[in-house]
């Protein structure tokens, strides 16, 4: 599977390293602007064209990864009749699942500012169609493997969640974690 890139625009047309104080006498850029603009350029906030890079979320990231798991969880609760259980991995771990929502929060609002909402949501219903898609493909193996899950799950410290979290593998389609 291909590496994702979630990258979205903060805002279209931001403009970087162009400020006036950064600019000479004849409109030409300062050297102090351009070490700025060589320095921005390298971290990779800044492209060529002098527009602003895109904050990015990768499915790598711990926030995204725990998600990953609750939603698989939820599809689980739902097919498998396992909501017992899911609530159990809710209460559990709810400190847990509440600081990596947060984070989750956080990342969008960065690469997406005040669409953020409206991105996040999509993305969570991108994930448990997909979601769904992999217990419809084999309801047996799915629910077996859900059933594995919740009892390893619940079956761990509070304080080893984030640990498990992420270690777990991506195991959907690439495809289904990019926004549109």
Known sequence: MRETDLRRPVQSGTKLGRSRRHLGANGGMTHKGKL???ALLAMGIWTLDGSAQAAEIRPEHPAVKARLLQTELMVAALYCDERGRYNAFVRKFRNELTAYG???Q???RDAHGAQAQPNLDQFITRVANAESQRHLADTN????DSSILFT???NLNRSEFRRFSDQR???LPTASLALR
Request: proline letters at 0%.
């Open 36 to 38: 700025l603009a060589a």
């Open 102 to 104: 947060k984070q989750l």
């Open 106 to 108: 956080k990342l969008f």
């Open 141 to 144: 193996a799915h629910c077996e």
């Open 152 to 154: 390893e799950l619940l």
């Open 169 to 171: 593998g991506i195991r």
